[in-house]
């Protein structure tokens, strides 16, 4: 495995800074696909899906992540994009949370394992995490991947962000779909898409996007709303 994170993320992407950033990441994978033995966290373990849907899936927009940008990452699972993100951006500070207590535990035994400073933890439903005053529009960006649609997307993640903070939702072929879908959300959140980034990942035969969208201004604290009806009611 080790070798083929050097081989692809470092030589052929030129991802990594160091060879210290293989070792860390190909730790990670370990002991996510121990972990997985026993938690099921991934359906996703031949070593090259790893290394090629995970792995370089989440740190292939690197460029998007500025030096001391605080960056939420909303539904972390097994720490992807997340952890490989604070591994190659160690500069960049990265909030990783999800609602499922067997996925933080993991992301935060290998915050441990792996002496990630810039990585923080938390266990809460979003909608939560929302209403604690000193959370809220606190971060540049949010982060989601494989998280939900970009409607319900844009209800979790714009209250966190401060005026002008960013969404990077990770997204497949079917993005632009999903803007359409996003409209009325767009509007009701006043955010609007600013960018779609495109990467072609040939080995694999396809092709990943990050949509950027930036919050205008300020919004209604009734966002997110509770018991879940961001995702049985979509804006």
């Known amino acids: ?25 190909n730790c990670f994978v370990e002991m996510m696909l121990k972990y997985n033995e026993t938690h099921n966290l991934t359906s996703i373990t031949d070593e090259e899906d790893v290394v090629y849907k995970h792995l370089l899936d989440s740190v292939i927009p690197k460029e998007l992540f500025n030096d001391n940008a605080k960056v939420l990452d909303i539904g972390c699972g097994a720490g992807f ?77 714009a209250p966190m962000l401060r005026n002008g903070g960013l969404i990077y939702a990770y997204k497949g072929i079917g993005y632009e779909e999903e803007i359409k879908k996003a409209q009325n959300a767009l509007k009701i959140l006043d955010c609007e898409v600013v960018d779609v980034k495109e990467y072609d990942i040939n080995e694999i035969d396809t092709k990943r996007y990050v949509v950027v969208i930036r919050k205008k201004s300020k919004i209604s604290t009734k966002y997110p709303r509770i018991q879940n009806k961001p995702r049985k009611q979509p804006l």
């Open 81 to 157: 994009p997340s952890v490989p993100l604070a591994i190659i951006k160690p500069k960049t500070n990265f909030v990783a949370l999800d609602s499922v207590r067997k996925k933080v535990d993991f992301v935060e035994s290998v915050k441990n394992e792996l002496n990630l400073d810039n990585l923080t933890t938390v266990h809460a439903r979003i909608e939560d995490f929302a209403r604690l005053g000193a959370e809220r529009e606190q971060y540049d960006i949010v982060i989601s991947r494989a998280v939900a649609a970009l409607n319900i997307v844009l209800e979790y993640s």
């Open 1 to 25: 495995m080790k070798e083929k994170i050097a081989k692809v993320l470092q030589n052929d992407y030129s991802l990594l800074n160091s060879d210290e950033d293989v070792a860390k990441l």
